[in-house]
């Protein structure tokens, strides 16, 4: 990752742990960096998460986007494949779903902001964006913007 000096602050999502080398990746971040970690009710995740279609998660269909793209590649990936049964492999969701164990284990808990999701629904939204500007100094939204939230 090539880092611009001329930004003050990064931010990195990180949603899933299959990827190659990320132990290594995870080791070279800050570890006093400051993290917002969004968190959410447990069984509103497994809920979620029951009758995804995993078999997506690698994203096959072409990345390039040009007048001439078959746009079907794409509908075809957002288009859910019906199952006729749900398996549900407890040890998968522990690698995408349920990763805060392996993750936080890197990072200097007294630096950690737990965010719950339900702070982010539309009623919520520009009072806490608000909040987090404040407390990790980025520009805070402007409060003729609220009809955004």
Known sequence: MYLN???DQYAINISELNIPNFDKF???LD???QIICGVRDPIGILKHNWGRDWTKVSRNYPRDFNLTYDYRNYIEFLTHNKKTEIKVDFEELNNGVFIL???LRYFNQDKIYYLDMNSIIPDNAFKTLDFLARKFSFTP???RKTIFF
Do not use: K
Request: aromatic residues 14%; hydrophobic residues 40%; without cysteine.
């Open 5 to 7: 000096s001329n930004i």
């Open 26 to 28: 995870l080791n070279l």
């Open 31 to 33: 570890p006093n960096a």
């Open 101 to 103: 164990n392996f993750l």
């Open 141 to 143: 939204p402007h409060y």
